[in-house]
Protein backbone atom coordinates (compact mmCIF):
# COMPACT_ATOMS: atom_id res chain seq x y z
CA UNK A 1 0.00 0.00 0.00
CA UNK A 2 0.98 3.11 -0.78
CA UNK A 3 1.75 5.61 2.02
CA UNK A 4 3.89 8.98 2.62
CA UNK A 5 7.33 7.40 4.03
CA UNK A 6 9.37 11.16 3.82
CA UNK A 7 8.38 14.39 4.55
CA UNK A 8 11.23 17.19 3.09
CA UNK A 9 11.05 20.45 5.07
CA UNK A 10 12.54 23.59 4.05
CA UNK A 11 14.24 25.36 6.29
CA UNK A 12 13.73 29.16 6.70
CA UNK A 13 10.47 30.29 7.12
CA UNK A 14 8.83 26.79 7.36
CA UNK A 15 10.93 24.91 10.24
CA UNK A 16 13.24 28.03 10.95
CA UNK A 17 13.56 32.22 11.33
CA UNK A 18 9.57 32.53 11.65
CA UNK A 19 8.94 34.84 8.46
CA UNK A 20 11.82 34.28 6.62
CA UNK A 21 13.88 37.27 7.89
CA UNK A 22 17.73 36.49 7.78
CA UNK A 23 17.87 37.20 4.24
CA UNK A 24 15.81 39.99 3.34
CA UNK A 25 17.91 42.40 5.08
CA UNK A 26 21.02 41.34 3.66
CA UNK A 27 19.77 41.04 0.08
CA UNK A 28 18.40 44.88 0.64
CA UNK A 29 21.90 45.98 1.92
CA UNK A 30 24.05 44.23 -0.29
CA UNK A 31 21.61 46.10 -3.10
CA UNK A 32 21.92 49.22 -1.27
CA UNK A 33 26.06 49.10 -0.82
CA UNK A 34 26.05 49.24 -5.12
CA UNK A 35 23.63 52.20 -5.22
CA UNK A 36 20.70 50.03 -6.28
CA UNK A 37 17.13 50.64 -3.34
CA UNK A 38 15.53 47.06 -3.48
CA UNK A 39 12.17 47.07 -1.41
CA UNK A 40 11.27 44.11 1.29
CA UNK A 41 8.56 42.70 -1.55
CA UNK A 42 11.25 42.74 -4.33
CA UNK A 43 13.70 40.78 -2.34
CA UNK A 44 11.61 38.16 -1.21
CA UNK A 45 9.54 37.74 -4.40
CA UNK A 46 12.64 34.56 -5.65
CA UNK A 47 12.76 33.72 -1.97
CA UNK A 48 13.44 30.19 -1.95
CA UNK A 49 15.98 30.01 -4.79
CA UNK A 50 19.76 29.16 -4.42
CA UNK A 51 21.36 32.76 -3.60
CA UNK A 52 23.30 33.73 -6.39
CA UNK A 53 20.21 32.67 -8.54
CA UNK A 54 18.21 34.53 -6.16
CA UNK A 55 20.29 37.87 -6.99
CA UNK A 56 20.55 37.20 -10.78
CA UNK A 57 16.61 36.98 -10.84
CA UNK A 58 16.71 40.32 -9.01
CA UNK A 59 18.61 42.27 -11.46
CA UNK A 60 16.23 41.08 -13.96
CA UNK A 61 13.54 42.74 -13.08
CA UNK A 62 12.79 45.53 -14.89
CA UNK A 63 12.59 48.26 -12.26
CA UNK A 64 15.84 47.46 -10.81
CA UNK A 65 17.80 46.67 -14.18
CA UNK A 66 16.40 50.45 -14.74
CA UNK A 67 17.74 51.66 -11.66
CA UNK A 68 21.18 49.69 -11.95
CA UNK A 69 21.23 51.68 -15.75
CA UNK A 70 20.53 55.06 -14.29
CA UNK A 71 22.95 54.61 -11.37
CA UNK A 72 26.12 53.28 -13.81
CA UNK A 73 24.76 54.38 -17.34
CA UNK A 74 25.40 50.56 -18.87
CA UNK A 75 23.72 47.54 -18.21
CA UNK A 76 24.10 45.37 -15.68
CA UNK A 77 26.36 42.23 -16.04
CA UNK A 78 27.72 38.86 -14.26
CA UNK A 79 30.87 40.70 -13.03
CA UNK A 80 28.05 43.16 -10.83
CA UNK A 81 26.03 39.61 -9.86
CA UNK A 82 29.16 38.47 -8.08
CA UNK A 83 30.09 41.46 -6.84
CA UNK A 84 26.54 42.21 -4.91
CA UNK A 85 26.39 38.22 -3.84
CA UNK A 86 30.07 38.67 -2.46
CA UNK A 87 28.58 40.94 0.13
CA UNK A 88 24.95 39.56 0.74
CA UNK A 89 27.51 36.79 2.09
CA UNK A 90 29.29 38.77 3.81
CA UNK A 91 26.06 40.57 5.74
CA UNK A 92 24.15 36.91 5.88
CA UNK A 93 26.93 35.43 7.50
CA UNK A 94 27.62 38.26 9.97
CA UNK A 95 23.29 37.55 11.60
CA UNK A 96 22.12 33.92 10.18
CA UNK A 97 23.11 32.32 13.33
CA UNK A 98 20.67 34.36 14.93
CA UNK A 99 18.22 33.43 12.85
CA UNK A 100 17.71 29.62 13.74
CA UNK A 101 15.01 29.71 16.11
CA UNK A 102 12.51 26.65 15.20
CA UNK A 103 9.11 28.28 14.23
CA UNK A 104 6.49 27.05 16.94
CA UNK A 105 5.26 23.54 16.73
CA UNK A 106 7.43 22.16 14.30
CA UNK A 107 9.61 20.09 16.74
CA UNK A 108 6.65 18.50 18.52
CA UNK A 109 4.84 18.12 14.64
CA UNK A 110 7.77 15.94 13.45
CA UNK A 111 8.55 14.12 16.72
CA UNK A 112 4.53 12.91 16.18
CA UNK A 113 5.49 12.43 12.36
CA UNK A 114 8.69 10.34 12.82
CA UNK A 115 6.67 7.84 15.47
CA UNK A 116 4.43 6.57 12.33
CA UNK A 117 8.27 5.93 10.54
CA UNK A 118 7.85 8.66 8.81
CA UNK A 119 11.64 10.32 7.80
CA UNK A 120 12.57 13.73 8.02
CA UNK A 121 14.39 15.15 4.82
CA UNK A 122 15.59 19.00 3.79
CA UNK A 123 15.95 20.87 1.30
CA UNK A 124 17.36 24.85 0.97
CA UNK A 125 18.34 27.71 -0.85
CA UNK A 126 21.23 28.64 1.53
CA UNK A 127 24.45 26.74 0.32
CA UNK A 128 26.45 24.52 2.03
CA UNK A 129 28.60 26.62 3.89
CA UNK A 130 25.52 28.84 5.31
CA UNK A 131 23.92 25.68 6.60
CA UNK A 132 27.13 24.76 8.55
CA UNK A 133 25.95 27.68 10.69
CA UNK A 134 22.17 27.09 10.31
CA UNK A 135 21.93 23.16 11.04
CA UNK A 136 24.01 23.04 14.24
CA UNK A 137 22.40 26.22 15.66
CA UNK A 138 19.30 24.91 15.30
CA UNK A 139 20.08 20.94 16.75
CA UNK A 140 20.75 23.19 19.75
CA UNK A 141 17.68 24.61 19.86
CA UNK A 142 16.30 21.28 19.46
CA UNK A 143 15.19 20.73 15.51
CA UNK A 144 17.04 17.87 13.71
CA UNK A 145 16.09 16.46 10.78
CA UNK A 146 17.35 13.27 9.10
CA UNK A 147 18.95 14.09 5.78
CA UNK A 148 19.81 17.82 4.44
CA UNK A 149 20.70 18.44 1.03
CA UNK A 150 21.98 21.85 -0.63
CA UNK A 151 22.14 22.51 -4.23
CA UNK A 152 25.78 22.20 -4.08
CA UNK A 153 27.31 19.66 -6.69
CA UNK A 154 24.06 19.32 -8.06
CA UNK A 155 23.10 20.28 -11.62
CA UNK A 156 21.22 23.44 -9.99
CA UNK A 157 18.87 24.55 -6.90
CA UNK A 158 14.93 25.25 -7.04
CA UNK A 159 12.37 25.16 -8.66
CA UNK A 160 14.54 22.02 -10.29
CA UNK A 161 14.03 18.61 -8.20
CA UNK A 162 17.23 17.69 -7.83
CA UNK A 163 17.21 18.19 -4.43
CA UNK A 164 14.41 16.08 -3.93
CA UNK A 165 15.71 13.36 -5.47
CA UNK A 166 18.92 13.70 -3.70
CA UNK A 167 16.91 13.58 -0.21
CA UNK A 168 14.83 10.68 -1.91
CA UNK A 169 18.18 8.57 -2.82
CA UNK A 170 20.25 9.27 0.55
CA UNK A 171 17.16 7.94 2.62
CA UNK A 172 16.11 5.63 0.08
CA UNK A 173 12.73 6.18 -0.94
CA UNK A 174 12.21 4.48 -3.66
CA UNK A 175 8.83 6.38 -4.85
CA UNK A 176 7.72 10.09 -5.31
CA UNK A 177 4.47 9.04 -4.19
CA UNK A 178 5.82 8.19 -0.92
CA UNK A 179 7.12 11.90 -0.53
CA UNK A 180 5.75 15.30 0.51
CA UNK A 181 7.61 18.56 0.14
CA UNK A 182 6.48 21.09 2.85
CA UNK A 183 7.66 24.79 2.21
CA UNK A 184 7.14 28.30 2.11
CA UNK A 185 7.45 30.04 -0.86
CA UNK A 186 6.55 29.76 -4.89
CA UNK A 187 9.79 28.26 -5.56
CA UNK A 188 9.60 25.49 -2.38
CA UNK A 189 5.92 24.68 -4.69
CA UNK A 190 7.61 24.48 -7.78
CA UNK A 191 10.04 22.01 -6.86
CA UNK A 192 7.74 19.74 -5.01
CA UNK A 193 5.82 19.95 -8.67
CA UNK A 194 8.69 19.55 -10.75
CA UNK A 195 9.55 16.36 -8.76
CA UNK A 196 5.87 14.91 -8.79
CA UNK A 197 5.69 14.27 -5.21
CA UNK A 198 2.79 15.73 -2.81
CA UNK A 199 3.65 19.54 -2.47
CA UNK A 200 2.10 21.43 0.63
CA UNK A 201 2.65 24.93 0.98
CA UNK A 202 2.32 26.73 4.72
CA UNK A 203 1.04 30.32 5.25
CA UNK A 204 2.02 31.25 9.10
CA UNK A 205 5.82 32.26 9.15
CA UNK A 206 6.17 31.87 5.47
CA UNK A 207 8.09 34.32 3.61
CA UNK A 208 5.13 34.65 1.20
CA UNK A 209 3.63 36.38 3.89
CA UNK A 210 6.38 38.22 5.47
CA UNK A 211 5.21 38.84 8.95
CA UNK A 212 6.61 38.58 12.55
CA UNK A 213 4.40 37.32 14.73
CA UNK A 214 4.23 40.55 16.72
CA UNK A 215 2.62 41.89 13.63
CA UNK A 216 0.14 38.70 13.27
CA UNK A 217 -0.85 39.53 16.34
CA UNK A 218 -2.14 42.74 16.42
CA UNK A 219 -2.97 43.23 12.57
CA UNK A 220 -6.84 43.46 11.98
CA UNK A 221 -8.48 39.85 11.39
CA UNK A 222 -9.75 41.06 8.54
CA UNK A 223 -6.73 41.96 7.51
CA UNK A 224 -5.09 39.23 8.41
CA UNK A 225 -7.02 36.88 6.65
CA UNK A 226 -7.00 38.96 3.18
CA UNK A 227 -2.96 38.59 3.22
CA UNK A 228 -3.56 34.97 4.06
CA UNK A 229 -5.92 34.28 1.25
CA UNK A 230 -3.45 35.66 -1.18
CA UNK A 231 -0.65 33.88 -0.05
CA UNK A 232 -2.72 30.68 -0.33
CA UNK A 233 -4.31 31.47 -3.78
CA UNK A 234 -0.82 32.12 -5.26
CA UNK A 235 0.76 28.49 -3.69
CA UNK A 236 -2.60 26.99 -5.04
CA UNK A 237 -1.67 28.77 -8.47
CA UNK A 238 1.94 27.51 -8.52
CA UNK A 239 0.74 23.71 -8.10
CA UNK A 240 0.47 22.92 -4.70
CA UNK A 241 -1.98 20.45 -3.59
CA UNK A 242 -2.46 21.08 -0.36
CA UNK A 243 -2.20 24.69 1.51
CA UNK A 244 -2.05 24.52 5.27
CA UNK A 245 -2.33 27.42 7.72
CA UNK A 246 0.87 25.46 10.47
CA UNK A 247 2.87 22.79 10.61
CA UNK A 248 0.21 21.13 13.05
CA UNK A 249 -2.06 20.04 10.28
CA UNK A 250 0.26 18.19 8.99
CA UNK A 251 -0.26 14.82 10.87
CA UNK A 252 -3.31 14.86 10.05
CA UNK A 253 -2.69 16.04 6.21
CA UNK A 254 -0.49 12.88 5.97
CA UNK A 255 -3.38 10.61 7.43
CA UNK A 256 -5.62 12.04 4.78
CA UNK A 257 -2.94 11.66 2.01
CA UNK A 258 -2.14 7.79 2.77
CA UNK A 259 -6.10 6.88 2.56
CA UNK A 260 -6.63 9.09 -0.52
CA UNK A 261 -3.82 6.52 -2.17
CA UNK A 262 -5.12 3.51 -0.62
CA UNK A 263 -8.29 4.22 -2.61
CA UNK A 264 -9.21 1.87 -5.61
CA UNK A 265 -9.54 4.96 -8.26
CA UNK A 266 -6.14 6.75 -6.21
CA UNK A 267 -5.11 10.19 -8.75
CA UNK A 268 -2.66 12.13 -7.35
Known amino acids: MKKIE ?56 ERISGVFRNVYGREYGEEDVLKCYAEFERRLFATLSDYTDPIEGVIETLDVIRKSGVKIGSTTGYTSEMMKVVVPAAESKGYHVDNCV ?56 SSELGLTEKEIAEMPSDELKRRMSAVRNRMYAAGAHYVVESVRELPALIESIDARMSSDNFMM
Not at 40 to 59: N, Q
Not at 164 to 191: H, P, Q, W
Open 6 to 61: CVIMDWAGTAVDYGCFAPVAAFIDAFASIGVDITADEARAPMGMTKIDHIRTLFAF
Open 150 to 205: TSDGLPGGRPLPFMIYKNMCDLAVASRFSVLKYGDTISDIKEGVNAGVWTVGVILG
